[in-house]
């Protein structure tokens, strides 16, 4: 991994950090570089069920009107709701 790049600074209750030194030890990592692929696996995953739900979404094949139809819609959705 890289060395560049912003600095940041969180606490961590003993106990994660803790855990967090044992798992770097036990990867042969830093504590810095477990924090990373830990922040990139849950970004890549969230990102991942994004894509997914809107796969899924489009497997419906439900019909899609015109932007402004479809903002047209919405506001009138939203002002019925208040």
Do not use: C
């Amino acid at each position: 991994m890289s060395s560049s790049g912003e600095r940041l600074e969180i606490k961590l209750p003993p106990e994660t950090l803790w855990l967090l030194r044992r798992q770097a030890r036990a990867q042969k990592l830093s504590v810095g570089q477990v924090v990373n692929k830990a922040v990139e696996k849950m970004l890549l995953e969230d990102r991942q069920a994004r894509i997914d739900a809107a796969k899924a979404l489009f497997k419906v094949g439900a019909p899609v009107a015109d932007w402004p139809e479809m903002k047209k819609e919405i506001e009138e959705a939203r002002f019925y709701e208040d």
